[in-house]
């Protein structure tokens, strides 16, 4: 069975009704956000997602609330994961069909953490189709490969209060309030230099290609996203109007 048709049974069953998507000022809102580890796609997610009152659609909180529903594919999903394997894109992609299926992405998704590769996205322009809500823009969070880095391996956790800081950035009279108060900055194990390192360069190698699929389909857009996070913001709010 191809996707296409694999699509088409799943989603009309699914759906079942008409699905449109029209935001504030009747602009629609559908968007993919692309940008390495750090790059503030969560950050500026939810943001958006507030303001535009449409819903941040994350891989990891769509498989774990699938699963806990107990829907159709979510429960493909969970025999998947409990057999300790990873779900295939087949399944993720059953998932999403279901999630913006709900009422509260009516007005419109943000895509955050799929697709992460150029066939996901071509599965997931097909299933976009398939739904006759196909994408608006792709938005690049860009940041400079240094900035990454430290952003990363800065980040610190307040051992008394669990206040999140970084090394690198955070003004140092927050730094030196912790250790005043008796407190230590505290480093996730996973956050070192080289693991860091890696992680990026497996963003490089599967996912910036998704950024020349995008520009071949003219839906890409790039914002720098160094600077406060008011100032990303306002950046992409400025994008996404253009």
């Known amino acids: 069975m191809t996707l296409k048709s694999f699509l088409g049974s799943v989603l009309r069953p699914v759906l079942g009704w008409a699905f449109f ?3 504030r000022e009747n602009e629609s809102m559908r968007i993919v956000l692309l940008g390495a580890p750090g790059s503030g796609k969560g ?3 939810k943001k958006l997602m507030a303001d535009r009152n449409i819903p941040q659609v994350s891989t990891g909180d769509m498989l774990r609330e699938a699963v806990a529903s107990g829907t159709r594919f979510g429960l493909k999903a969970k025999s998947v994961m409990d057999a300790g394997n990873l779900v295939p894109d087949e399944v993720v992609l059953g998932i999403i069909s279901e999630r913006l299926a709900q009422a509260d992405a009516e007005n419109g998704f943000i895509l955050d953490g799929f697709p992460r590769t150029t066939q996901q996205a ?5 299933l976009l189709d398939e739904m006759e809500t196909p994408l608006d823009t792709a938005v690049l969070m860009d940041v400079d490969f240094d900035i990454l880095v430290k952003r990363l391996t800065g ?7 669990g206040k999140l800081l970084n090394v690198y950035f955070s003004p140092q009279e927050e730094l030196d309030a912790v250790t005043a108060a008796g407190g230590e900055l505290v480093q996730r194990e996973d956050d070192n230099e080289a693991t860091i390192r890696n992680r990026l360069d497996v963003y490089r190698e599967n996912t910036e290609p998704l950024i020349d699929f995008y520009r071949k389909r003219r839906k890409l857009v790039k914002i720098d996203a160094e600077g406060s996070i008011d100032e990303v913001y306002e950046r992409l709010l400025e994008a996404l109007s253009s």
């Not at 071509?122 to 097909?126: G, K, N, P, T």
Request: hydrophobic share 20%; proline share 0%.
């Open 155 to 161: 980040r610190r956790t307040c051992s008394r209060t």
């Open 21 to 23: 998507d029209v935001t």
């Open 122 to 126: 071509i599965d997931l322009e097909e």
């Open 43 to 45: 950050t500026q997610a």
